[in-house]
């Protein structure tokens, strides 16, 4: 017997009563349904008012007074009240499937995006941008810039593991083939189960 | 099942797609790791309730902290680091965790200690002859040859320096080998 059958069979000797491992099963599941924690419950159930209100509000002073806004400004509001609807979805889905949206770009993406596009308007509508906003563009982007370089480094990570992985059950696949092959001794035949997929 | 390389890198990766805010390879991890990760913990806590309920505030936390994780790699000590916390808890209660008297030796650990502890060894006599050990001396033998992490992994879950993890698992060697050689007589 090898260690590694040993190390099974010891595991495979711990009894455990059915029904406290039924327990353990649906907190799992409770786990996994709702990692929500009661203040992020929270602040998700204050989020989806305050962004429909200021959906709302921006919605109101560009339709109430057109004219007092200049046309920067109202582009601007109109951008504002884009983030409102945003926040309030976000929540709102947070809220209906009771765990975090786990798309670690979502943020800065949606944030960067926003930024950008006021500097686009910026420019479009005055030919220059105020300092401030393109600070804020830049930092915001340089979190957006890091965490893609995260994801792509995870990403690269896990082609490697899984190269690595395939080459471990080619070897195991050739070394079980091979034992095989000398106990029937037939040396010259190939098997399709050892293809690397 | 953990254990060999494969086990690793199949644990990594689903920690990778975890943190890439994959939700199914969190229930993918979770049977990935429960038999060896209940052992471990059914051999520090008294009863098995105990252990279910320290199996369940584990995972929690898991699912709670593991953004924070920045090295996908790690996750197995860390996971045991996070049990271990959660077993003491409920093995303080039962004073079950006493420590044991400092070892002075630093016997270093080699691969072959592996094939040395497992000569005339089956499965039966191994889980017996662990119930027998003191606490301690139980858990570096299990984190070490049964759930394969290294010496330095142990360090971190154990949170004992390398030197004291090494005359650790030295003594439980001799301790074990005591146990079941009294017993074949």
């Known amino acids: 017997m090898n260690w590694e059958q040993l190390r099974k069979q010891v595991f495979g000797l711990e009894t455990t009563t059915p029904e406290l491992k039924e327990e353990f099963e649906t907190a799992l599941r409770q786990i996994l349904l709702s990692p929500l924690k009661p203040w992020e419950r929270a602040a998700a159930v204050a989020l989806v008012p305050f962004g429909f209100l200021l959906t709302g509000f921006c919605a109101l002073s560009l339709l109430m007074k057109p004219d007092v806004f200049s046309t920067l400004i109202q582009a601007q509001v109109v951008l504002a009240a884009l983030v409102g609807m945003l926040l309030a979805g976000w929540a709102l889905r947070v809220l209906r499937t009771g765990r975090h949206l786990r798309n670690r770009l979502l943020f800065p993406s949606v944030a960067f995006g926003l930024f950008v596009a006021m500097i686009v308007i910026s420019i479009a509508l005055t030919g220059s941008v105020e300092l401030d906003l393109l600070a804020a563009t830049m930092l915001i982007g340089f979190v957006f810039v890091w965490e893609r370089v995260e994801v792509a480094e995870l990403r690269i990570r896990e082609t490697a593991l899984r190269q690595e992985l395939q080459l471990i059950e080619l070897t195991d696949c050739v070394a079980e083939l091979r034992d095989e092959k000398h106990v029937s001794g037939d040396l010259n035949q190939t098997d399709p189960q050892c293809e690397p997929q | ?185």
Do not use: C
């Open chain 2, 1 to 185: 099942m953990v254990g060999s390389r494969k086990d690793f890198i199949q644990s990594e990766l689903l920690v990778i797609r975890y943190l890439r805010g994959d939700e199914e390879a969190f229930e993918e991890l979770v049977h990935l790791w429960r038999q060896p990760l209940f052992y471990y913990i059914r051999r520090v806590v008294d009863t098995e309730q105990d252990a279910w309920d320290t199996m369940q505030e584990t995972w929690l936390t898991v699912s709670q902290k593991a953004r924070r994780l920045r090295e996908p790699a790690a996750f197995p000590a860390w996971l045991y680091k996070i049990a271990r916390n959660a077993a003491i808890d409920h093995a303080r209660k039962n004073r079950a965790f006493a420590p044991l008297p400092e070892e002075k030796s630093t016997m270093s650990t080699r691969a072959s200690d592996t094939e040395q502890i497992s000569l005339a060894l089956d499965a039966e006599r191994l889980h017996w002859g662990l119930a027998q050990l003191a606490p301690l001396h139980r858990e570096v033998l299990i984190l070490h040859f049964l759930e394969g992490f290294s010496l330095a992994e142990i360090s971190d879950v154990t949170r004992v320096p390398l030197g004291t993890v090494k005359s650790r698992i030295h003594h439980a060697k001799q301790a074990l080998r005591n146990v079941l050689e009294r017993e074949a007589s």
